[in-house]
C-alpha cells in the first residue's frame, strides 16, 4: 500500500434537533464562556439562531454574534469579525451557515489571538501557532467546509486566495440537517452537486489520492446521487435531508485529503466576476470537465459508475460515457441552472475566465489532465 497522511475534524456530532442543545453539547468539551457567532444576516433574520443563542445563554456562555458574512468574502470583512473577536475577549468561536460563514469563523479563530497579518498565511502550511476553540455547524449541504482545512477569502475585486493549515481543522463539527430545511430548491441542488464534485475529483485527483479519501468519496457520491434529486422536489423530507448533508461531510473529509481540480479552478472566475455561488459555479462546469477529463480518468469513472447505478457491462470508455451521462441526469433532475447563459455570464467573457483560471495553479496541479488557457476557453465555451 502507498503510504499517506489523513486528517479530518477531530469530533462530528451528528443528530436532528442538535443546534438547539448546542449550549449542553459544548459546556462539557470547552471550558471557554465568550462566544462570537459568525454567521449572515438572513439566518438571524429568519429567527432560527434564536433557540441556538438561547441553548448557550441557559449554558452559562455570553454570546456576541457577527452576521455580516456574504458570499465569497472579502478580506476587509474577515478582518471586522477578527477585530470584533479580540475587543469582546472572545475565547471561543462558532461558525453557524453555509461554507462563506464556516470559512470566516476559521479566520477568525486563527487570527483573533494572533499577531500574523492575514497576508502571511495565504497558501499551504503558513498559519503559525495555536488558534481559538473553534465549533462549526453548517446550514446547507455542500461545501463540507466543517470538515476540511481550507479557508477561501476574496483579496481584489474578483481574484481569491486560500488558506490551507490544518489550524482550519475545527474542534467540532455539529451536523444538525433540521438546519437545512426551508433552503430554495436551487441552493439545495447546487450544494448537492458541489458535495458530488469534491468527491468525484478526490476520487481522480493526481495527488495524494488514497484508500481512505477514495473509500469516504465513493460512499458520499453513492449517498447524494440517490438523495439529492427526492430533496430537491421534497425540501421536507427529513431522511433525504439527512442523507445528503452526511454525503456532503464525506465528501468534505474526502476532498480535504485529496485535493479538488480543474473543475474548482474553473468554478473560482465565476464567483469572483459574476457573484455565482460556489456551488452552483461548480455545477455548472462539472460536466463539461468530465468529458475532458475523460481520456485519463476512464478507469475511475468507470467505477464511480458502479456507486451510483450507472452501466456496468462494456468497456472502460463505455462505462465512464454511462457514469457521465448519470450525472448528467442527476444534475438536470435536480433542477440546477445548466449553462453559464442561464446565470448572466456575457459570451464575451469568456476568454477573461479562461486567463483568469491559469492563476489556480494549486487547483489545477491536481487534475488528471493538463489544462492551458485555451482548453479553458474550450471548457467555457462547453458550458455556455
Known sequence: MTSFTFETTPALINAWGAAGELGSLLAGRFSARTALIVTFASFVRSGRLDPILASLHDAGFETQVFDRVVADPPEALVMEAVDLARQSGTNIVLGVGGGSSLDTAKLVAVLAGSRQPIG????????????????????????????????????GESTKMGVVAPQLYPDLAVLDAELTVG????????GGIDAMVHAIEAYTTRHKKNPLSDLLAVE?????????????H????????????????LAGQ???????????????PLGGHFHISHGLSNALMLVPVLRFNASAAAPLYAELGEAIGAATSGDIAERAAA???????????AGAPRRLGDVGVPRKALPMLAADAMK??????????????????RLYEEAF
Not at 497558501?123 to 488558534?131: D, L, N, S, T, W
Not at 433552503?183 to 447546487?190: D, E, N, R, S
Not at 421534497?234 to 461531510?249: I, Q
Not at 457514469?323 to 433532475?333: A, G, L, Q
Open 323 to 333: 457514469f457521465i451521462r448519470t450525472i448528467e441526469t442527476i444534475i438536470e433532475s
Open 360 to 377: 489556480q495553479t494549486r487547483l489545477l496541479g491536481n487534475n488528471p489532465v493538463d489544462v492551458d488557457e485555451r482548453d479553458a476557453l
Open 120 to 155: 502571511e498565511i495565504y497558501g499551504i502550511g503558513k498559519v503559525r501557532g495555536a488558534r481559538l476553540p473553534l465549533v462549526l455547524v453548517p446550514t446547507t449541504a455542500g461545501t463540507g467546509s466543517e470538515v476540511t482545512a481550507i479557508s477561501i477569502v476574496t483579496t
Open 234 to 249: 421534497d425540501g421536507a423530507d427529513r431522511r433525504a435531508r439527512e442523507a445528503v448533508l452526511y454525503g456532503s461531510t
Open 183 to 190: 433552503l430554495p430548491k436551487v441552493h439545495t441542488a447546487a
Open 254 to 268: 474526502a476532498f480535504a485529503n485529496a485535493p479538488v481540480g480543474a473543475v474548482h479552478a474553473l468554478a473560482y
Open 220 to 232: 458520499a457520491l453513492r449517498i447524494l446521487a440517490a438523495n439529492l434529486a427526492t430533496v430537491c
